[in-house]
Nanobody, 123 residues
C-alpha cells in the first residue's frame, strides 16, 4: 500500500492550498482516511478525517471552518483544502489510511502513512 501526498508549498498568510493524497495497492474506498501534521519540535497532531463514503468528517477544533477534507473514491484520492492559512499552520502534512471504515482522531487507528508534504505559511 502506498500513499503519496502532494500539493504543499510556500504560501502567504491568508492564502490557500489544496493537498492531495493518492492511494494505491488497497481498496481505498473501503477505509477511512485522515490528515495529520507535525511542526518542527512538536508532536504529530490530528487535522481531519473522513469516513469511507465521505459521509462523515471530523476536524481538530482549532481548524474547523478553515480546513475541509474530502475524497474522490473513483480516483483513489483524498484531499485537504486549507483556507485562510496562518503561520502556525506551517508543518509537514501527512495523509493516512485508516484500519477502519469510519473516522478517527488517533494515529494508532491508521495503518498506512504517506511520506508527508511540507506546508510553509509566511507572515
Amino acid at each position: 500500500v502506498q500513499l503519496q501526498a502532494s500539493g504543499g508549498g510556500l504560501v502567504q498568510a491568508g492564502g490557500s492550498l489544496r493537498l492531495s493524497c493518492a492511494a494505491s495497492g488497497r481498496t481505498f474506498s473501503s477505509y477511512g482516511m485522515g490528515w495529520f501534521r507535525q511542526a518542527p519540535g512538536k508532536e504529530r497532531e490530528f487535522v481531519a478525517a473522513i469516513s469511507w463514503s465521505g459521509g462523515s468528517t471530523i476536524y481538530a477544533d482549532s481548524l474547523k471552518g478553515r480546513f475541509t477534507i474530502s475524497r474522490g473514491n473513483a480516483k483513489n484520492t483524498g484531499y485537504l483544502q486549507m483556507n485562510s492559512l496562518k503561520p502556525e499552520d506551517t508543518a509537514v502534512y501527512y495523509c493516512a489510511s485508516s484500519s477502519y471504515s469510519t473516522t478517527g482522531y488517533k494515529a494508532y487507528e491508521y495503518d498506512y502513512w504517506g511520506q508527508g508534504t511540507q506546508v510553509t505559511v509566511s507572515s
